[in-house]
């Protein structure tokens, strides 16, 4: 037997060994960004973007920087972004939810929108598909020994990894407590409730999901404003360091952020947005142009992408935000790209609004989708007062005082007149009541107006007075039959307690219910939950309601100045009518107050209704008061009786014409 020859080895590196044997263990991770993982990966198609193909933030190169805030190595932890219209807002929304879900995977987060149904829908219709056209199967139940679970339903989305999604309703912030996620998404926030049933501003309740991993948050909260005053998104803007896109002059250099007028004093010239008009008067939109602020040079549509790109532009804090985790964005629809909302569009969106030729507005409700829409600034109605001239426009031919003309109304509102209410001002030597008729879509009608008058001594601060035993008769017995029949009593009665409160209180307690005394409020403290309307106990243990008076009359205001006419067809809601016979004084009492700024005592600028002392306002009072009314019968309908979680208005008003609740029919 022979011996095996001996061979020899090299003795490996120990250091090349581990490394080897690391590398065949572990997977290697590649890090991205949300922009970097997005580009290349989420695919748009001609369906869902007129930019379609893969994603480019070339063509949106704002977003770049608010996307990469919900990088897990930024340091910023809250985002809030005040917006205008088309600028891509939902796509870079999604772009968030396509990096937690394809590059992350173990992230829990939770996507609310105003309501259930819409988030659902957002679900279904947008953020489902959005992984399908890119090719990505990312869902998985955690259940996975299941076949028939997909890791897809109504309630909850799952991906691979163990992350998840929640969409949820504002109005279920207070009801989620049980759930919690460290990212919360909150889209158009201004269409959210003020306050939530519970109490509760829906905004923090959404952010109280985050809490259990606080300092490690992600928070968006992005909307087009609406009103100011009442605006989420204005007060969550305010809170940050409000940057500001700033772009470069594409002749001279200068920095600016595109305003859409402005003077330059120095040097003597107008700058922002200039067009021409033809001999008609009509825009002629090739000529929309934005000049410089210091050089006046002009900028056409077609400069966009060279003036957005982001070599020539960037974003610049403007504040000192309350915490340095808070960023937030103002991004007008003036920087939407070149496609998609172009700067002649803006220009006639501000022609519907605004008189060029006299210099004034023309259309409140127009240019107050302007001022939200391309400014993306929350709108505010102050200075001027309401003008006789557009209340008395109110007036129809087609009715009297005292009668219910349903067959015209239902022409021209989305419903005849569904319920009447009453409402009383109380002063010491009269009681004012109102009745108004409210169609579908909250559209009034003055049915009667009574001024009850007690001369007497004690007048109307007496329970025994008969101006108390005539408004008593009014809301028992009096009864309208309109022209198509149907026989009408009042619903809901609210007596204004502001004035001999005893007497109203008592008044009111007489009644098992229909019957209660309000109290107005036109501001609330910083500590205090806004609401439209908040019940109360009065000191009898009786049911009264505290109102929000300003938000009524914010509300009420740019209707008052809104033209309709029989031609204009179909009236839009909240549309106030009057009869032919309404005397000018008392339409008069609807142009009494007026937006007067106030200074605060912190040194900020607030604007609140003022009336002139000894002017008349009763009937401006009255319809406030009907408005919340409504808006109280809804509530005990809706909320308290069928415990939906907020109001649905198009059932509301549905139980309203089948259910006959405040109406019925002749024989």
Known sequence: MSARPRTEHAIPDPDEWLIDRVESIVDEVEILSPVEFNEGRRYLPQSVSRFSGYIDYDLTPWWREIIDCFDVASPVREVAVMKGVQVAYTTALESIIFYIAGFLKTVACMFFTADKDLSTARVE????????????????SSDSESAQKTGKNRNQLQWKGGGYMIPAGAGNADKMRSFSAPWILMDEVDAWQLTLKRGGNPIYLSKDRASAAWAVRKILMGSTPLIKGSSHIEREYDKGDKRMYYVRCLKCGF?????????????????????????????????????????????????????????????????????????????????????????????????????????????????????????????????????????SAHRRSFYQRGNIPNNAIAQYCQSPVLMLTCTVDVHHNNLRAAIFGWTRGANSWLIDYYRIEDNSESGCENIDSPAWARLREIIEDA??????????????????????????????ASYQYGVFPILGRDSYTKTQKIQEFAPFSTQ?????????????????????????????????????????????????????????????????????????????????????YGSAAVDIVAYNVCIQHFQDEVIDWDRFWTICEEGQMFYRLTA
């Open 540 to 624: 009898s243990g009786t049911l009264g309601y505290r109102l929000h008076v300003d938000y009524y009359k914010d509300r009420l205001a740019p209707v008052l100045r809104r033209d309709w006419s029989a031609d204009d067809g179909i009236q839009r809601p909240y549309q106030f009518n009057a009869p032919m016979d309404a005397t000018d004084s008392e339409l008069k009492e609807l142009t009494r107050e007026y937006r007067k700024e106030k200074k605060n005592p912190n040194g900020t600028i607030s604007h609140s209704w003022h009336r002139p002392h000894g002017a008349d306002n009763e009937l401006w009072d009255l319809i406030v």
């Open 479 to 508: 009864e309208y039959t309109a022209d198509d029949g149907k026989i009408y009593n009042i619903g809901v009665t609210l007596v204004d307690a502001g004035f001999a409160n005893a007497t109203v209180t008592e008044f009111c």
């Open 255 to 391: 920095s600016q952020v595109l305003r859409w007028s402005g003077r330059n004093n120095e040097k003597g010239f107008e700058y922002g947005f200039k067009w021409d008009v033809d001999e008609e008067g009509k825009l002629k939109s090739e000529t929309v142009r934005y000049h410089c602020q210091s050089c006046e040079h002009p900028h056409y549509e077609h400069d966009k992408p060279k003036l957005f790109c982001k070599e020539n532009a960037e974003w610049i804090p403007t504040a000192v935000p309350l915490s340095p985790e808070f960023r937030s964005y103002h991004l007008p629809a003036l920087y939407s790209p070149a496609g998609m909302q172009p700067w002649y569009k803006c220009v006639s969106a501000y022609l519907q609004g605004w008189d060029t030729t006299h210099n004034r507005m023309k259309d409140v409700d127009a240019f107050q989708l302007f001022y939200n829409n391309i400014l993306g600034k929350p709108f505010e109605v102050y200075g001027g007062k309401i003008s006789f001239v557009m209340v």
């Open 125 to 140: 219709n947008n953020i489902i598909p959005m992984f399908q056209q890119s090719g990505m199967d990312i869902f998985q």
